[in-house]
């Protein structure tokens, strides 16, 4: 039976940004970053108010359309619960289309802020973290931006069956804990990209050789991440979709050739079109100034926990 949650609760999600594939683990590995959006909910008697502040502002709809109003319904919906109204504010810092998972966070932030309204009315009806990684990733259709922002930390993720009739694709993933020495540096363009287009760009088949090359440097990350950092360079190689966008993304391929160029571990961070590095010497100063001369924002992130609600 349906509870109605009663008016004038608030709660508030921090939800961090995230990176996916790490170069070989296409559509499995992640990452979260310390970048972070705010969603602050309010329940009220009545109706709708979205309100948007920072990035997106201007771009996102301010209403029952908007995708941390929907993350939010079907959280409610998930642990049967229901509000009368909403007042949603989204405070973000995340850029969107950039790859640094804007989306999943805005999921995961919807689903965690109703999660925490949920508590508020009665514990034994929240969602566990697995649940969250699969409400989120439904509406992602893949795991990996979406459970590293649930989860924290870096993330093996995967999926079941495909979605059928009786129900949605499962989806799952693990925790990793990031070895203490890696850094994790972005430089993010001024430009966009979209996912849906840098997908478009890959091929429906892969030769074996690619395939079973990939395998190998996926397995090699999980090592590299958590307890090799000085395998970094070769765990990040990759044959199944960077150089299959490159074409689509000529910034971003020239300083990810660059950096590996000075032996950082650089890759395309999600979709792109944003570059991320991961080392564990400091970030040489002369390649940031380089960077930001051409425009791109370098930014040192720390490795994030999974979004947290207050």
Request: aromatic share 4%; proline share 6%.
């Amino acid at each position: 039976m349906t509870q109605t949650l009663p008016t004038g609760l608030t709660v508030t999600a921090r939800v961090p940004a995230s990176t996916a594939n790490l170069g070989p683990g296409f559509d499995t590995l992640g990452m979260a970053l310390g970048l972070y959006d705010e969603i602050t909910v309010t329940t009220t008697a009545a109706g709708l108010t979205v309100r948007v502040e920072g990035e997106g502002a201007d771009d996102v709809p301010w209403g029952p359309a908007h995708l941390v109003v929907r993350a939010i319904e079907r959280g409610l919906e998930a642990a049967g619960v229901w509000a009368g109204g909403l007042d949603v504010v989204c405070r973000n810092v995340i850029p969107h289309s950039r790859g640094l998972g804007s989306s999943a966070s805005a999921a995961v932030g919807g689903l965690a802020a109703a999660n925490g309204l949920v508590a508020l009315l009665d514990p034994a009806l929240t969602l566990t973290a697995a649940q969250l990684v699969q409400l989120s990733s439904e509406f992602e259709g893949h795991p990996d931006n979406a459970s590293a922002s649930v989860l924290g930390g870096a993330v093996v993720s995967w999926s079941e069956d495909p979605e059928t009739a009786d129900g949605p694709r499962a989806f799952s993933a693990v925790r990793l804990a990031v070895h203490p020495d890696i850094r994790v540096v972005v430089l993010v363009p001024s430009e966009r990209s979209s996912t849906a287009h840098t997908r478009g760009l890959l091929p429906a088949v892969v030769p074996h050789a690619d395939a079973a090359f990939n395998v190998s440097r996926g397995a090699l990350a999980v090592v590299a991440l958590t307890a090799r950092p000085d395998l970094l360079m070769a765990a990040t190689e990759d044959r199944l979709h960077q150089s299959q966008r490159a074409p689509a993304l000529p910034v971003t391929s020239r300083w990810i050739a660059t950096l590996r160029e000075h032996g950082i571990a650089a890759v395309v961070s999600g979709a792109g079109p944003t570059v991320l590095a991961l080392t564990t010497e400091p970030f040489p100063e002369s390649l940031r100034r380089a960077a930001e001369s051409e425009g791109l924002t370098v930014l040192d992130l720390a490795v994030a926990d999974g979004v947290q609600v207050s």
